[in-house]
């Protein structure tokens, strides 16, 4: 592979894993909200 191969390459697995860190982040941001919530739930009764 020629070096401007490699940037290219390099650039796209960065991009993907911010993307999927940025996915990742917010999956865990909904789990603690709904978490959040049944434990008001629980708590109202």
Known sequence: MIPDDDDLIR???KGRAIVLALLLGAF???IFFITIAKIRQG???
Do not use: E, K, S, Y
């Open 28 to 30: 865990v941001v909904l």
């Open 11 to 13: 650039r796209r697995q």
């Open 43 to 45: 708590m109202a009764h």
